[in-house]
């Protein structure tokens, strides 16, 4: 990588769904990076303050769904007094291209970063033919 | 006074009352200055303060804080990282390095200063400083 950059702060994403919520909160789309090797498809989202008890992650008709959840007791008793971001639950989907192996998706939660490994079945894979 | 009389609501009521306090000046721009990275919340719990900050995929090892007198310095590096062969579809996260300085409006004990890291989040217990608590003087 070249010389480090200096960090800037974004303010979040608030998440305007087509569904509402019945559960008071906000929510905020985390910030994501997707990439893909020959065999699996890697998600990397960012949830601070997300513990890994409350990461919800459903694949349905080809549509990933990741949901984490803040827990508000954390902040009870604290009265703000200055801030600078909003805190609020993370959901996000995706559709997918490729056939996924459901059984083999791995999940995990570091530092607030949740990193999701989807791998592709057998037939998904790119295939090197030789010529005889 | 509780802020948060009934837990149902916390989320609604908390957020509300976070967006109310964005343009409280606590901690204006000082001469420390540096840079606006990592966006921090500043809550009082009874006498003490206590600043939040979201640092997602930064490692303990890679953070530095450090204190002095009023101010507080946060400083270092997030790093992504992929390997060299994945072929990238969307690219949101960013890298780079930080350094932040904030001076606080209020007097610290900055031996008593506590620091966690977890889940993404940097927490910073400040302590007020004994002398900087207000008393109650009876009135004779």
């Known amino acids: ?132 | 006074m509780a802020l948060f009389p009934d837990p149902f609501d916390t989320a609604s009521t908390l957020q509300q009352a976070l967006d109310t306090f964005r343009a409280s000046r606590w901690l204006a721009p000082g001469p420390s200055g540096g840079g606006t990275y990592p966006p921090m919340n500043v809550f009082r719990k009874g006498d003490d303060f206590i600043i939040i900050a979201e640092v997602p995929g930064i490692k303990k090892s890679d953070l530095d804080v450090q204190v002095k007198g009023n101010t507080i310095r946060l400083a270092g590096t997030k790093s992504v990282n992929y390997t060299e062969k994945a072929s990238l579809h969307r690219r949101e996260r960013l890298a780079g390095r930080f350094d932040r300085a904030v001076t606080l409006p209020i007097e610290i004990d900055p031996d008593g200063v506590k620091a966690e890291s977890r889940d993404g989040t940097l927490a910073l217990f400040l302590p007020r400083a004994e002398r900087d608590k207000p008393k109650s003087i009876q009135v004779a």
Request: aromatic residues 6%; hydrophobic residues 35%.
């Open chain 1, 1 to 132: 990588m070249a010389d480090p950059q200096e960090l800037a702060v974004r303010e979040k994403k608030e998440l305007v769904g087509k569904e509402e919520k019945t559960v008071p909160g906000r929510y905020y789309m985390p910030y994501t990076d997707i990439h893909e090797t020959d065999d699996a498809l890697t998600v990397v989202m960012e949830m601070p303050g997300v513990e890994k008890k409350d990461v919800i992650i459903a694949l349905e008709n080809d549509v990933l769904r990741v949901d984490g959840q803040i827990d508000f007791k954390k902040y009870e008793g604290m009265e703000p007094v200055y801030t600078e971001y909003n805190v609020g639950h993370y959901t996000r989907s995706f559709t997918l291209s490729n056939k996924i192996e459901q059984e083999r998706i791995e999940a995990q939660l570091e530092d607030g970063v949740l990193t999701l490994t989807l791998p592709k079945t057998k037939e998904a894979q790119p295939r090197r033919i030789s010529i005889g």
